[in-house]
């Protein structure tokens, strides 16, 4: 099967950048999305071009590292899929496929499809972590977890930190991330003692950083390829306002 | 053979008498660095999984100066991250009659016999510890309803001593320990520098002291000195091309450190994992793993009768070969992952695979559990199935086949974890020490989170109290920047015809052929004579486009596929010297007269570490002694 | 943060009234002593306190307060969405709540100013006799491009109450998603609005 594609290039950070349009032949349905951008990278480095950059690494949907804009929409059309997980099975070969980077102020692009997505662990950083020294702490059974809390931190702690929540939110939020992370912690007995603390630093360090504010929108949960849904945010949202410690 | 023996060597760092107390006696002998002068003192983490990560946070909470290293863009991504089934530790808390002693024993066992006693036990000590610390991080392990631990078993144990977090337990141990480092960045003791890559070691006056890395951004290469150096920078299975490793996991570090002077042991110890979705075509870029817990309740089968073209629902059970099941019958489908995957490489050879792989089939499991008690437990698993091909498990057996997942050899190291240049320490999948020639499944996570939390953190200082190491000599640091400018610039230059995922591709094929389930003298032979071809041609006809001062993923490809040209070749060396099979090593030449693999503990019964010279390979012996348990014939049916 | 708890808490200041609003309105089906009784009701309402009318201004008060903090808050977290973009994307996907928020408030708010000129000054009127509602209110309706006009805006009210009392039950940190009890107000609030005027040009209000 042969696609056309127009694919954002963009030099550098300082480049102003433009969609380049290929046609790449020879694609079969069951190659992932990563692998059909493999073989045009292979054809245009042996016609003397540069290869098109976009970030991968596991390709198999956990590390958070692919990220496209695919027609559009984060991480293409199939729910709650990586774009490195995403099938060419998927795509009509009639239609053009519009690739693009994560577009957001705090994810400045670095080249072609890669952009630097830093401010995310900025985020965590400030707050998202548990303070315990490595064989400081009591025997694992010493506190009894509710399994549907354990459960519900797992929910939250599925985010892989791709930021497809920011590239799909109509106003630039990272509000999903942030909310996933500080629900995930406080969830459990560890997370207790910094619980309002560190909402408060990680939504105040998110808006410094420039993401825009949350007004529910709600596209962030149907971009998310863990399927992460809004209701974190309320929770978030809940911790920031009315559980100061 | 090309290679020649040197002299033997010795881990000198393992304290001798009772196994039970080494741990407790070395860490007693150890010296400290006081506070004070820890804050003087820096260490170098490449690597941010798990070892990595938990090696520099630890470093840090102690009060060094840390600077960390990854290749992406931020620490939580490294490729630990992928681990699905769990992590092993001897809790004992399902009552099953686990024990320090039972995992030990397992471990060892595991290994075939090829894993040092001093360093297993003491993994296998500190294991429960490592949950202790993880549930204090607030990792989302799964749980029973009485809100305790659940635990689950994994291939090669008999009791049920696997911690997880649904399919995700990497992820979840890697955020732990993500988050921990990203405490102390906060805090100022860590330096984090992702999108770095390391391209040499800087070793001065005999130490390692630093490294010269690529910035992948911009292209510029810079050197970092410190007062000791931890390479955490995970295995090197993408030799093979397709492998269940990330894209960019790569053997460059401890390749480059290598040619500095630290030996390399074990090279050939490669673990065939059985359980992954089988190869699709010839643009395939990776291999995904289907974790080792679905062997928990699926069932291994063929069709009896080769090229059975019935779809999996028509054959009847009597024309069903359940083969794990059939030729290992204590241990069944949990068998360990070399019994499986070469298992599973016979009743392929025979004929009888469907569609490059074999079945894994829950009907059994769902008759007997419910469709919901399946989904709880693999859900997430069956989905990336379905997404991957298309079918869906739940109503169609799923098919598999082996592929490359975890590199038992590595660095050498000490019971200290230092290898033989004094100031590198090698943690994680990176060094060779815990595993011997097969590990167990959940053990890898258990290994990386030892070594970064509770190991490495109790016996640098013994090395560090020896410093302060004095400058670090210009003309180390000035040779080594040199040499990453001239191998970026020389890989620029080719400008040939064919590009480095054609060479890596042919490389793979190579290995996969030769050095891969099944190893031959001949096949070898063959391997060690096309792979210096292959790299000549290499350095003759590579193209790599664009520039080495800015963000070059080609380039970047190009370096790594350069040096697994160079380290397959020790990699079949080392297979065709160890002239006997054992664990994930299996000769043709070895075997019993029912295909189990056979060891030669008269010949073969150490640990082979390998010097560089430039020239001819040397071969150092570590000769393994068991005081605990008894080399016997490793036998699971 | 503190800008979405400003636009929740006045979002539901403004709700409430809405709801006191759509209530009185339908009063006009009581006739017209009903609805104008009603009028008079408010103005004297603990008048000892605050005097003849003076209940009436404290809420009109507290409601252009609420409009204006709403406005503003509003205007704040557009314009930081609008730099956290700088560079759009090419191609779009999907009608987003946040734009129908957007220019439905827009278009709230210019009704408010025409309703105010209309029936509380009168200026805008036919009738335009103050506390003659009921009058007023047949003397407005009947004219087809002011129905077509207040259909609008309350169908846009309705959108916007729609979405915005469930964001602001999510940003006040309310665990259940509010969904359906969102959709019920705005509902019965568009439905109470909308009956009064198409009465009016039906003939069943005179």
Known sequence: ??????????????????????????????????????????????????????????????????????????????????????????????????????????????????????????????????????????????????????????????????????????????????????????ALPPGQPERGTRALTMVQTQDDLGFGGCTQAGECATACPKEIGTDVIALLNRDVLWKVD | MNYTEGTPLRDTRAPDGPLETRWERRRLAARLVSPANRRRMSVIVVGTGLAGASAAAT?????????????????????????????????????????????????IKGGDFRARESNVYRLTEVSGAIIDHCVAQGVPFAREYGGLLDTRSFGGAQVSRTFYARGQTGQQLLLG????????????????????????????????????????????????????????????????????????????????????????????????????????????????????????????WVPARPGDPRRPAEIPES??????????????????????????????????????????????????????????????LFEMYQRITAEDPYSTPMRIYPAVHYTMGGLWVDYDLRSTIPGLFVVGEANFSDHGANRLGASALMQGLADGYFVLPAVIGDYLADGPFGAVSPEAVDEAEDSVHATVAALLAVNGDRTPESFHRELGR?????????????????????????????????????????????????????????????????????????????????????????????????????????????????ELAFTAVRPSERSYR | MGRKAVMAVTGIVLLAYVLVHMAANLKAFAGRESIDGYGHFLREFLEPVFGYGGFVWIVRVVLLAAVVLHIAAAVSLTRQARKARPIPYAVKQGGYAARTMRWGGVIIALFVVYHILDLTAGVLNPHGVPGEIHASVVAGFSRWYVVAFYTLAVVSLGFHIRHGMWSAL?????????????????VAITVGFLSVPYAVLLGVIR
């Open chain 2, 59 to 107: 470093l840090a909470e102690l009060g060094y100066q840390v600077l960390s290293f990854c290749y992406q863009d931020s620490p939580r991504r490294a490729h630990s991250v992928a681990a699905q089934g769990g992590i092993n530790a001897a809790k004992n808390y399902a009552g099953d009659g686990d024990s320090t002693a039972r995992l030990f024993h397992d471990t």
């Open chain 1, 1 to 186: 099967m042969k696609y056309t594609l127009r694919v954002w290039r963009q030099n550098g950070p300082d480049d102003r950048g433009r969609l380049v349009e290929y046609t790449v032949d020879g694609i079969t349905p069951d190659m992932s999305f990563l692998e059909m951008l493999d073989v045009l990278n292979e054809r245009l480095l042996l016609d003397g071009d540069e290869s098109i950059a976009f970030d991968h690494d596991c390709r198999e949907g956990i590390c958070g590292m692919c990220g496209l804009m695919i027609n559009g929409t984060a991480h293409g059309p199939q729910k709650a899929t990586t774009t490195c997980q995403l099938h060419m099975r998927e795509f009509d070969p009639r239609k053009p496929i519009t690739i693009e980077p994560w577009r957001a102020r705090p994810f400045p692009v670095v080249r072609d499809l890669v952009v630097d997505r830093s401010a995310l662990d900025r985020v965590i950083e400030s707050g998202g972590h548990v303070g315990v020294h490595a064989g400081a702490a009591p025997d694992a059974h010493a506190v009894p977890v509710p399994k549907p809390d354990a459960d519900r931190a797992f929910a939250a702690a599925a985010c892989i930190g791709c930021g497809a929540c920011v590239a799909a939110c109509p106003n630039g939020s990272a509000m999903l991330f942030t909310a996933a992370k500080a629900v995930h912690l406080a």
């Open chain 2, 510 to 622: 190579v290995m996969w052929d030769h050095c891969g389930m099944e190893r031959s003298a001949d096949g070898l032979a063959e391997a060690l004579k096309r792979i210096p071809d292959l790299r000549a041609d290499f350095w003759r006809r590579v193209k790599v486009t664009g520039s080495g001062s800015a963000l070059n993923q080609t380039l970047e490809h190009a370096g790594r596929v350069a040096d697994f040209l160079e380290l397959a070749e020790l990699m079949c060396l080392d297979a065709l010297h160890r002239a006997e099979s054992c664990g994930g090593h299996f000769r043709a030449e070895s075997q019993t007269p029912d295909g189990e693999a056979r060891r030669d503990d008269e010949r073969f019964a150490y640990v082979a570490a390998w010097e560089h010279t430039g020239g001819t390979p040397v071969l150092h012996r570590e």
């Open chain 3, 170 to 186: 999510r940003s006040l940190g309310a665990r259940t998603a509010a969904q359906p009890a969102a959709l019920a107000v705005a």
């Open chain 2, 319 to 380: 024309e069903r070969d359940y083969f794990l099941e059939r030729r290992y019958p204590r241990f069944g489908n949990l068998v360990p992952r070399d019994i499986a995957a070469r298992a599973t490489k016979a009743v392929c050879d025979e004929g009888k695979g469907v569609g490059r792989g074999v079945y894994l089939d829950f009907a059994d499991a769902i008759a007997r559990l419910g469709r919901d008690v399946i989904a709880e437990r693999y859900g997430n």
């Open chain 2, 177 to 300: 320990a993500y988050q921990a480092l990203a405490r102390q960045i906060h805090a100022g003791r860590v330096v984090s520098r992702p999108r770095t890559e390391m391209l040499d070691l800087v070793v001065s006056d005999g130490r390692a002291r630093g490294v010269v890395v690529r910035d992948l951004v911009t292209g510029e290469i810079t050197t970092h000195t410190a007062d000791a150096v931890v390479l955490a920078t995970g295995g090197y299975g993408n030799v093979f091309h397709l492998s269940t490793n990330a894209k960019g996991s790569n053997a460059t570090a401890i390749w480059r450190a290598h040619k500095r002077g630290a030996w390399f042991a074990n090279p050939c110890f490669t673990q065939i994992h059985p359980t992954c979705i089988p190869v699709g075509g010839d643009h395939q870029s990776k291999l995904t793993l289907m974790s080792e817990s679905l062997r928990n309740d699926g069932r291994v």
